[in-house]
């Protein structure tokens, strides 16, 4: 089955409820994202680009439409479906790491091949291979405190990437480090997606962290404002607003 788009959206709308309140985080969102497309949702504070992105992940179901995640509804799945489908297609890069902190480098990307069966000695194989990859060989044994933030969002990025998953989201991955840091982590996040071919979906309210991207999403108001289209000459290079 040749399936073109990673992931496609209809009619997408999430409304939470608190108590009387109605708050429409996402009012009618339709997108597809070709296999292999490197996007970025861009928008302000409250404007719904995580809601956006959780229900890409099935971490949260819409209340309306449908999201299609290579050719499967994934709104129609159960909690524990879900959870099986994310550990086989997703990875995950979040902007405050999110590593086990008793777990050294080493361990912490192994862990998602856990999910998948893989051998312990395989696991610890693909884990220093990916390590080496975004130059941390050296960190293996050290836990999370004993790395600065750049480090261990490196090794954020290792264990999104280690399983291979087709589609990789990142939650503000670069929303607490320095300039510097920020491209090298970008690049690295850049280079591994294309490397493989993987769908890379960034959530950022930093215009110059989507230049990057293929296509951008202007998230604004729980709708796509607009899309614009990054071609490759001018990619990563423009500074303009
Ligand atoms: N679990 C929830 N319960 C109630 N309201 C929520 C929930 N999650 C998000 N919202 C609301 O939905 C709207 C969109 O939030 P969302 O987190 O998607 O925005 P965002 O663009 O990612 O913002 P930020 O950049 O600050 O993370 C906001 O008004 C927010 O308060």
């Known amino acids: 089955m040749d399936i073109t788009y990673a992931i496609e959206i209809k009619n997408a709308r999430k409304v939470f409820r608190i108590g009387e309140e109605k ?5 009618d969102i339709s997108m597809n994202i070709k296999t292999g497309e490197i996007c970025c ?25 449908s999201i299609i995640i290579h050719g499967k509804h994934i709104e129609k799945m159960s909690e524990k479906q879900l959870t099986n489908f994310r550990q ?15 777990l050294n480098a080493l361990e912490n990307v192994s862990l998602p091949l856990t999910f998948r069966g893989v051998s ?17 060989e050296k960190y293996i044994k ?13 090794v954020g990025i290792a264990r999104a990437f280690v399983s291979k998953a087709p589609i990789v ?8 480090l320095d300039s510097k840091t920020t491209q090298e982590v970008l690049q690295l996040m850049l280079s591994l997606a294309k490397k493989n071919r993987q769908t890379l979906i960034i959530v950022t309210h930093d215009k110059s962290i989507a230049t990057f991207a293929d296509r951008i999403f202007y998230i604004l108001d729980g709708n796509i404002e607009k899309v614009e289209v990054n071609h490759e000459e001018s990619r990563g290079t423009s500074d303009e607003a």
């Open 169 to 176: 989201f990142a939650d503000e991955p670069t929303g607490n």
């Open 41 to 65: 949702l861009l928008g302000t504070s409250g404007s719904g680009k995580s809601t956006l992105l959780n229900l890409m992940a099935g971490l949260e179901k819409p209340t309306k439409g």
């Open 23 to 27: 708050i429409i985080a996402l009012d």
């Open 142 to 154: 050290h836990k999370p405190t004993q790395m600065s933030g750049g480090q261990q969002q490196r």
């Open 88 to 102: 086989k297609n997703i990875g995950f890069i979040f902007q405050s790491y999110n590593l086990m902190p008793t």
């Open 120 to 136: 312990k000695k395989a696991r610890e194989k693909a884990a220093f291979t990916m390590l080496k990859a975004v130059g941390l």
